[in-house]
């Protein structure tokens, strides 16, 4: 069975900087590319970022393009999302996903992490 | 961007009755390898998306057959052939043909 679990939201100042992570298991974590997608209270949905299952390729949205870095480590099974200048519309559910193939290149998600909850406040 | 606008944002049904959500894309979703990357999504309350369509019309893993994809190019079609009360939830239509991939804003789905 596939699980996703992401770790590491909570409150943060803007201008700070935070680093998800999602544990994954149930499948070969480097056969496939992953992602990252965020929600913000009551609204819908916005890409975030993605990465290839070798690392080798990301790919970001313009919004946090210079200001979020996506990483894996495929011995430890796990996604990364590094967040720096951290700004108060980037208040959100941060979901962790996987996408259907090696390459995050006409793909989808198939399968979704419960979610964590970034809040920048001050 | 590739902008996807789906009608009706708000959608009271009736159980065992039919539902049917339209996502119309601002550029055709054909890829270059000749697939069209439009898929589904239901968000129950309070909890993550969960994949039912992918490429149109093909039903992922567990979905139960009354949901059904179609369309081509710019214009697609979820329907619910009998609404039961587990599907309540917001459905986004979503795009991976090009980046950024992008979502409807969403269609609730919801009974009288």
């Known amino acids: 069975e596939v699980q996703l679990v992401e770790s590491g939201g909570g409150l943060v100042q803007p201008g700070g900087s935070l680093r998800l992570s999602c544990a994954a298991s149930?499948?070969?974590?480097?056969?496939?590319?992953m992602g990252w997608v965020r929600q913000a209270p009551g609204k819908g949905l916005e890409w975030v970022s993605a990465?290839?299952?070798?690392?080798?390729?990301?790919y970001y949205a313009d919004s946090v393009k210079g200001r979020f870095t996506i990483s894996r480590d495929n011995s430890k099974n796990t996604l990364f999302l590094q967040m720096n200048s951290l700004r108060v519309e980037d208040t959100a559910v941060y979901y962790c996903?996987?996408?259907?193939?090696?390459?995050?290149?006409?793909?989808?998600?198939?399968?979704w992490g419960q979610g964590t909850l970034i809040t920048v406040s001050s | 961007d590739i902008v996807l606008t789906q009608t009706p944002l708000s959608s009271p049904v009736t159980l065992g009755q039919p539902a049917s959500i339209s996502c119309r894309s601002s550029?055709?979703?054909?890829?270059?390898?000749?697939?069209?990357?439009l898929s589904w999504l239901q968000q129950r309350p309070g909890q993550p998306p969960r994949l039912l369509i992918y490429?149109?019309?093909n039903r992922f893993s567990g979905v139960p057959d009354r949901f059904s994809g179609s369309g081509a190019e710019t214009d697609f079609t979820l329907k619910i052939s009998r609404v039961e009360a587990e599907d309540v939830g917001v459905y986004y239509c979503?795009?991976?043909?090009?980046?950024?991939?992008?979502f409807g804003q969403g269609t609730k789905v919801e009974i009288k």
């Open positions: 550029h055709s979703l054909v890829h270059s390898d000749g697939n069209t990357y």
């Open positions: 990465i290839s299952g070798s690392a080798g390729t990301t």
């Open positions: 979503t795009q991976a043909t090009q980046f950024p991939w992008t």
């Open positions: 996903a996987k996408v259907v193939r090696s390459i995050a290149v006409a793909a989808t998600f198939d399968y």
């Open positions: 490429k149109i019309s």
């Open positions: 149930g499948f070969t974590f480097s056969s496939y590319a």
